[in-house]
């Protein structure tokens, strides 16, 4: 029943920006944490931006500065504007409920390369 579907994902330059979208269905949107991860090959399992309820954004270290997480209630959409992205932002980024029970999404891909 519950469904988040990624969309944005594609190939771009350093330095360049992308935003992604996170469709969500069947979860009552506004009470819900949601948030992204990304997932590189070789590499761990990194939850880079997060939003609460209320809209209070939490980032990883890695991308301060240069991502945005945000939240459109009234569309059930979660948003991720990445700018000055560099070659190691390249992995497949996963929309996530964090309000348990937790659910993914299926993940879209980005990836920086000159």
């Known amino acids: 029943q519950v469904q988040l579907v990624e969309s944005g994902g594609g190939l771009v330059q350093p330095g360049g920006s992308l935003r992604l979208s996170c469709a969500a269905s069947?979860?009552?949107?506004?009470?819900?944490?949601l948030g992204w991860y990304r997932q590189a090959p070789g590499k761990q399992r990194e939850l880079v931006a997060s939003?609460?309820?209320?809209?209070?954004?939490n980032y990883a270290d890695s991308v301060k500065g240069r991502f945005t997480i945000s939240r459109d209630n009234a569309k059930n959409t979660v948003y991720l504007q990445m700018n000055s992205l560099k070659p190691e932002d390249t992995a497949v980024y996963y929309c996530?409920?964090?309000?348990?029970?937790?659910?993914w999404g299926q993940g879209t891909q980005v990836t920086v390369s000159s």
């Open positions: 996530v409920r964090l309000t348990s029970p937790i659910y």
């Open positions: 939003i609460g309820s209320v809209g209070r954004p």
């Open positions: 069947g979860i009552i949107f506004s009470i819900n944490a």
